[in-house]
């Protein structure tokens, strides 16, 4: 019969497309939702190579039946050839179609027997919804386009379209908002949308201890957070340009404050990717050389686990750092492993208490047991004992009170723009 | 040596010349000069003022002089002539624009010395031959101004080194002559740096293209050059190989310092810009004139 398959008693292809288009058609009248899925079983070649195109026949045939009990009416079934499988689900939305398409997974997955073996199926699925205004083709494509990504997983996996990866600018496979991103931060490149911001540390008696320098982009007047764009930078490996950018621009704001005539130590945040890298010293001292200024005037801060890389490479670059003069701060202590065996080889002089011990002061008193020993620990170990995130007086008293050697936060100062930072210092200055 | 040059080309009594060292020692590279940041500032915007950005430009006689000079060079590879430079910034586009004015305010950085006016000298005839170049190659996507760019940022981290080392002009005599180890890991044995890390550097602090900050990066660096598997552009591997196949004809037709950049790198450069050995002889004649040219 014309637009049935055989085999099945489902729609073939043709019939798929006609039946799609008709359902199309009706829901730009009732605005309802309307969902594909495309099921592709995994590894089915090796079926068909094993027990032949009669055992695999017996397999599509078997799952077929178990599809059509599932579905039960709720959805057009179609075989689009071999082992693949549409279903056309009106009045379904993303949600239920994920989970319809988790049901038809586990049911796919019941073993199956082809003459004396028994397999565990599995199939990958692509799952699109319809967009208004979208031709029928346009959205089984994005279907099939999915159900490929999902393969692209190793299979036996759901990918809504538009969650699927696809390659960046740099060729690398990124999920759409990552992709927008990562446009963003070419475009940010090409423009100029980066821009360091600086929060003031603050020692105990109200003098600063550092400025920490933060990354900022704005693309097309819209501020991107670094939330976001420095898990993209990470992923695309932008960050190593990025962290090199700040390298130069941390080390020149120093300047311009020595210059100024109120030295201050630039704290410049190094991500993993430029620590690995064998160049990272040889970038450390560029940036020195362009900038013209004392290393003692930059610091490293670098989270607990990149201490505790082991490389040849990451431990050469943190000794080149610290033989230049340039001194290093366990950033986010608190958050990772936190090994305190290993505490007393990191060659930091300052330990940055992570926010989330800070935040739930002073209420919290096994948080603050824990800030008083960990400052303890590092001023026994002669380092500085910075605490992050410090947002209200209280919180202010309580990290005093356990002798923090020095406080960074809102409560204090919001990070601000280098020109900013001059203005800001000079006027703490006066009397 | 260095007493030799004192004497003759620097007759100053020595506490002066002390103080001058002094001085050029602290000469300090702009984060990125302010007209880069303009035109950056206008190009965000979604309608930007051309006219603004026109004035700007013709406030600095030598720069608009310069722009209109470099835009309507024949190794730049715009097809059209300028007269104005509103109609510099519309042909070109904000962005080639802002490379273009890059290159003219990278000199002006630094101070002007016999040494640096012969070492800029040499990057200009480069990026001629290398814009030249790229016309005739036609490679995909390799751009005569992108050529042309880094011709003259190549090496731009030389004269940082110049001005913080007083003995880098010794370094890199050693450098030029050694036909065994790459250039910057001579320099290395020396410095905690090399001048194609600090040229990078400088570039990416201007906002140029990642691809020619790659190619100012990893020029003399062989292995990445050769890798497949490494994540250097094809365009930034093409650019490398563009700036060098110029360098060496410049060398071979103006008896300029030879360096050994070419025994150590011809053979991978020729490969990237799918020349064969034999194609050099013509490339040497039909590039004389371009190395040649005055300004």
């Known amino acids: 019969m014309k637009g049935i398959d055989s085999l099945t008693g489902f729609l073939d292809r043709s019939g798929c497309l006609r039946t799609a288009t008709q359902l199309v058609r009706d829901l730009a009248a009732s605005g309802q939702p309307l969902a594909v899925l495309w099921f592709n079983l995994d590894r089915f070649k090796q079926v068909n190579e094993s027990f032949g195109h009669i055992g695999g026949d017996s397999v599509i045939a078997d799952i077929a039946i178990r599809f059509r009990a599932r579905t039960s009416g709720r959805a057009e079934l179609s075989r689009m050839g071999g082992d693949e499988f549409v279903c056309l689900v009106p009045e379904c939305d993303r949600i239920q179609a994920q989970q319809l398409a988790r049901e038809l ?57 538009g969650d699927e990866p696809v390659p960046g600018r740099l060729g690398i496979l990124l999920a759409r908002e990552e992709l927008s991103i990562e446009n963003s931060l070419h475009t940010a490149f090409e423009t100029g949308g980066f821009h360091l911001h600086y929060q003031p540390i603050l020692r105990a008696d109200g003098s600063i201890e550092a400025v920490e320098a933060l990354m900022r982009c704005t693309v097309n007047n819209q501020t991107i957070s670094p939330g976001k764009f420095i898990p993209v930078a990470e992923k695309t490996g932008l960050i190593t340009r990025l962290g090199e950018w700040s390298l130069l621009q941390g ?14 130590k630039v704290a410049i945040n190094i991500s993993r990717a430029q620590l690995v890298s064998p ?36 431990q050469k ?17 608190g958050t990772g492993y936190s090994c305190l065996a290993n505490l ?45 995130g410090c947002e209200t007086q209280k919180q202010n008293d309580a990290l005093l009170n356990v002798g923090v050697d020095a406080i960074q936060g809102y409560l204090h100062a919001y990070p601000m723009p280098g020109e900013d930072l001059i203005a800001w210092i000079q006027e703490r200055k006066q009397p | ?59 600095d006689v030598s720069l608009s002089a310069g722009l209109i000079k470099t835009v309507n060079s024949p190794y730049f590879g715009m ?39 012969r070492f800029w000298d040499a ?26 760019t880094l011709g003259l940022f190549r090496d731009c981290g030389i004269p940082v080194l110049l001005l913080r080392f007083p003995d880098y002009d010794k370094v890199l005599g050693i450098a030029n002559s050694n036909a065994q180890h790459s250039f910057t890991s001579v320099e290395e044995t020396v410095l905690p740096t090399n001048h194609a890390m600090v040229g990078c550097i400088l570039a990416q602090s201007w906002w140029l293209p990642e691809e020619l900050c790659l190619a100012i990066r990893n020029h003399h660096d062989l292995p990445i050059l050769q890798s497949a598997e490494s994540r250097l552009p094809m365009l930034s591997r093409r650019l490398i190989a563009t700036a060098q196949l110029a360098e060496h004809i410049l060398q071979h037709e103006c008896a300029l310092s030879s360096t050994q950049e070419w025994p150590k790198l011809g053979a991978t450069c020729l490969r990237l810009l799918n020349l064969q050995e034999e194609d050099l002889e013509q490339l040497y004649a039909e590039g004389r004139p371009i190395a040649e040219a005055t300004e």
């Open chain 1, 344 to 388: 007393k080889d990191i060659p930091a002089r300052k330990l940055k208490l992570d926010r989330t011990f800070v935040t739930v002061l002073p209420d919290d008193s096994r948080a603050l047991a824990v800030v008083q020993a960990v400052t303890q620990l590092g001023r026994n170990l002669g380092m500085t004992v910075v605490a992050e």
């Open chain 1, 251 to 264: 080390a020149l704001q120093a300047r311009t404050l020595r210059d100024a005539g109120c030295p201050t």
């Open chain 1, 317 to 333: 670059n943190l000794k080149s750092a610290i033989k230049a003069g340039i001194s290093l701060a366990i950033d986010d202590f």
């Open chain 2, 79 to 117: 097809r059209r002539r300028v007269g104005t430079i509103h109609d510099a910034l519309i042909v070109l586009g904000l962005d080639v624009s802002k490379r273009a004015i890059a290159g003219i305010v990278l000199r002006d950085i630094f101070p002007v010395t016999p040494a640096m006016e």
């Open chain 1, 105 to 161: 997974m586990n049911t796919v997955e019941e073993p199956l027997t082809v003459g004396d073996l028994v397999l565990h199926p599995t199939a990958s699925v692509g799952i699109a919804i319809y967009e208004t205004g979208e031709d029928p083709l346009e959205l089984l494509e994005r279907a099939d386009r999915a159900m490929f990504a999902s393969k692209g997983k190793g299979g036996n996996s759901i990918v809504i379209s």
């Open chain 1, 279 to 314: 160049k990272f010293s040889n970038a450390l001292h560029a940036a020195l050389l362009c900038a013209n200024i004392q290393p003692d005037l930059i610091e490293l801060e670098l989270t607990e686990s990149l201490f505790m890389d082991i490389s040849e490479t990451v």
């Open chain 2, 123 to 148: 990057s200009a005839r480069i990026a001629r031959i290398s814009g030249w170049l790229a016309q005739k190659l036609q490679l995909p996507g390799l751009l005569p101004e992108d050529a042309y």
């Open chain 2, 1 to 59: 040596m260095s007493e030799n040059i004192s004497m003759t080309a620097t007759p100053e009594p020595p506490a002066i010349d002390t103080l001058f060292e002094q001085s050029m020692r602290d000469i300090e590279i702009p984060p990125c000069p302010d007209i880069l940041n303009n035109i950056m500032e206008e190009a965000r915007k979604s309608e930007p003022d051309f006219n603004r950005l026109a004035s700007l430009i013709k406030a």
